[in-house]
């Protein structure tokens, strides 16, 4: 058993205070960049103001012998560059790896002031919270931090499924989550070889016409195998005060189907997703910036209904305590994206942030 009033507790000496909420920023994209090749982080002053979350990679699709090379490369951006308000987030090796422990060690000394969500991947089970949660709370300590780092679990695995509630409430740290389908596929045997996106194996049918019309032609559906696991991602994340994220579409070229992939998340409740490539930044920037006609229509209710009570009909639709919550939730992300984004004002009727 632990105690319930420690959990707020630092978990090494001078560490700081856990932070008692996750701060909800403009997320919509996690862009995802391998600072291993120095024109990456060359191209990072361009780049960041383009993005809400630059994320320096250190773990899969970095070679095994440019990991130092990655790490040592954020470390610069993180000493050396200026990002505004982009957020600063990094994608340490796997918790079995044999670089996790100075990925950890050295990023939290030398940029910890630097970085405010650290993603570990592979998360099974709240025990690998844990560790991370004690072991952040040592170094932060060392290193004289005054802001807790937040900790970003990748749900990738099977037993990393079946442990969500229980990694989601293991820390304060936990800021949020993402999916991760191709380990996820792997873990589980599923037998795709895409990262993400439907499956045409994967699909319904509409029954036959009569029981000799098997082989006539009939509707038929592709269906979304990533469904469960997401809606079961989201709830475990709200239920703590975290933010759900969708993670990576392998399909570049296909842009449309990323935005599909992208919005069906939007829908259910992520906040944002990764971009592996250019071309997704913009894509997660329109999916997850509400669209101008929902936050108008929003902001049409919560003006006809100041107190947020009672039953009204609005543009023929029935309105009452709960719609208007439903309606707080589209405005409050469109005035946050809106102090951001000055076309984003215009396009939602909201005033742009005053310097
Ligand atoms: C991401 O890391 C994934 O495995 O899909
Ligand atoms: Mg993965």
Redesign the pocket.
């Known amino acids: 058993m632990r105690n319930p009033r420690d959990f707020f507790k630092p978990l090494a000496i001078d560490a700081p205070e856990p932070a008692r909420e996750i701060p909800v920023l403009p997320s919509r994209m996690i862009h995802f960049l391998d600072f291993s090749n120095e024109k990456m982080v060359a191209k990072v002053p361009d780049i960041a103001p383009t993005v809400d979350i630059l994320l320096g990679n250190l ?2 699709a970095v070679p095994v012998d440019r990991k130092e090379a990655a790490r040592a490369g954020l470390l610069k951006v993180g000493r050396e560059m200026e990002l505004g308000d982009t957020q600063l987030w990094t ?1 340490v090796n796997s918790l079995e790896s044999p670089w996790v422990l100075d990925d950890l060690t050295q990023l939290v000394g030398e940029i910890g002031d630097k970085l405010s969500v650290i993603m570990i ?1 592979k998360v099974e089970g709240a025990w690998d919270i844990h560790y991370v949660d004690r072991l952040l709370a040592q170094l932060e300590a060392r290193a004289g931090l005054s802001e807790p780092l937040l900790i970003h679990a ?1 749900l ?1 695995t099977s037993q990393g499924v079946a442990n969500l509630e229980e990694i989601a409430s293991a820390s304060p740290r936990i800021q949020g989550m ?9 873990s589980r045997r599923m037998k795709t070889t895409r ?2 996106g439907g499956h045409p194996g994967y699909r319904t049918i509409e029954d036959p016409e009569s029981p000799d019309a098997v082989e006539a032609p009939r509707a038929s559906y592709m269906q979304d195998p990533w469904h469960y696991s997401i809606a079961r991602m989201v709830d475990a994340c709200t239920a703590v005060g975290a933010l759900p994220f969708y ?2 579409y ?1 399909d570049i070229k296909d842009t449309v189907g990323c935005e599909t992939q992208f919005r069906a998340a939007f829908l259910l409740g992520c906040v944002g997703a ?1 971009s592996l490539h250019p071309v997704q930044i913009g894509i997660a920037k329109k999916v997850f910036s509400p669209a101008a006609d929902e936050v108008q229509f929003a902001k049409k209710v919560i003006e006809a209904i100041p107190d947020g009570r009672g039953v009204h009909m609005i543009d023929g639709k029935m309105q009452d305590d709960a719609t208007w919550k439903q309606c707080r939730v589209m405005v409050d992300l469109a005035e946050m994206l809106a102090r951001k984004d000055p076309e984003l004002a215009e396009a939602y009727g909201l005033a742009p942030a005053t310097a």
């Open positions: 773990e899969d994608r991947p990748i990738e993402s999916f991760g389908p191709a380990d996820l596929a792997a990262v993400g993670g990576p392998g990764w």
